[in-house]
């Protein structure tokens, strides 16, 4: 009887060794595994600050400014070019158009003067 109780007992304590051994086993595996997911936050942070950083070089206001131009061929909004629409659909220039001049007549207005006022004599 005490050889089944010591055989019984040695069955107990191999299988709570195996299974200590599974679970440090099991431990290893899911520490490497945790390891290796803190490297991948760490990369993914490290990316997103870069491409923060990226970002807030490309989001310049002359760099914008430069491609609004040069891509989109964009200009500067200025009086001459703006137009105030109404309610109703109508468009209002915002600056009034310059005053029609008079065509050139070829001659200088001086010469044409002084050869009225000598014919006049």
Request: net charge positive; proline share 9%.
């Amino acid at each position: 009887m005490l050889t089944r109780l010591n055989l019984l007992l040695l069955i107990a304590v191999i299988g709570s060794a195996l299974y200590l051994v599974h679970i440090e086993y099991t431990a290893r595996q899911l520490y490497t595994e945790m390891h290796r997911a803190e490297l991948e936050t760490r990369r993914i942070e490290l990316d997103f600050d870069r491409l923060q950083l990226e970002k807030r070089a490309q989001a310049t206001p002359l760099r914008v400014e430069k491609l609004a131009r040069e891509q989109l061929k964009m200009r500067t909004a200025t009086p001459a070019i703006t137009q105030y629409v109404r309610p109703d659909g109508s468009v209002i220039p915002a600056v009034a158009p310059p005053p029609p001049t008079t065509p050139p007549t070829g001659r200088p207005a001086s010469a044409a003067g002084g050869s009225a006022a000598r014919s006049q004599r």
